[in-house]
């Protein structure tokens, strides 16, 4: 996973491939769809993406997101996990999101505990 990036051992190249965003207005949304959504369940992200956008929100799916770390954290590989985790807490820090969108649990629980309980802090807002 150290590669790839995903417990998949898909290219991390292809993680939106299936992405079409159209511009919009209002409250900036990041979709986090998680390695499940992007790499095999590509049309519950790609239906995650429409319902966000038809009121009009911008919506962003980060390219350099990575594994949530989850599968990581729950197999003991904790230095890897948090290499993983701390790249997308940079990420998410770094970015304009007022709303964080995650739709996998795992991910969910490692973007708003298990990250934070390692000293990894996370700093918008909210996460749904």
Known sequence: M???????????????????????????????????AAYREREMAEKTV????????????????????????????????????VHNVRLLNESSAEEVIVTRPGCYRALTETTSTMGRHWDSPYAT
């Open 50 to 85: 429409m319902v966000l956008q038809r009121p009009g929100f911008p919506v962003t799916v980060l390219d350099e997101e990575w594994c949530c770390s989850t599968p990581l954290f729950r197999t003991g590989l904790v230095d890897t996990a948090l290499q993983q985790a």
């Open 2 to 36: 150290a590669e790839s990036h995903n417990p998949f051992g898909e290219p991390h190249a292809s993680r939106n491939s299936w992405l079409d965003l159209t511009p919009g207005e209002g409250r900036h949304v990041v979709y986090s769809t998680g390695c499940t």
